[in-house]
Structure formats: C-alpha cells, structure tokens
C-alpha cells in the first residue's frame, strides 16, 4: 500500500538525523582518541572507519558542502605553495617536486 513520495519536511529531517549521526560518529572517535593513552603501544587510538569517512565524504560531496581554508592552516599553505609552483601535468598527474 503505497502512500505517495516522502514530504520535503520528512526528507530534510532525515537529512538532519543523517547529519547528526554522523557528527556523533566523529564526536566518540574523538573522545576515545582523547582518552586513549599514548603511551601505550599495545593498543594504539581508535581510528575512523574508512567505509564511514567515505560515506560522510559522499555525503559532502552530495549536497555540495565546500569550505575554503582559513589563511595560515595547513591546506592554505598546501594551495599557496600548489599555486605557486610552475607544475608539469602528465594526465591526472601533478609533479610535487622539482625534476633536477
């Protein structure tokens, strides 16, 4: 007995739960890597599930979810120096370094 296609309202609460699942995941891996004792090499930090960090990616990806670097992060410095840098493209390929 179908009942017709899901409301907009439905559709972006599941989009929201979605969502706070996902921050969940991220906040307990978080709190179990702090918890985690460094020192101890028997049993090394927790980390994320590759196949849930894909999802999330996807996700992102889905709802076109973009971000641009804050100046003097890590990833600003990455496209400075990308930008920068005179790159030889072979393909999909970007040379990283220079050819001596």
Known sequence: MAKGPAKEGTLGDLHNRVAEVMIGALDQIK??????????????????????????????????????????????????????KKRKRVGNVVHLHDED
């Open 31 to 84: 709190a179990q890597q702090e918890a985690s004792d460094p020192g101890n090499e028997d049993m090394p930090p927790p980390e994320p599930n590759s196949a849930l960090l894909s999802v999330m990616v996807r996700f992102l990806n889905d709802n076109k979810i973009t971000c641009a670097p804050e100046n003097g992060n890590q990833m600003s410095e990455l496209e400075k120096k990308l930008a920068e």
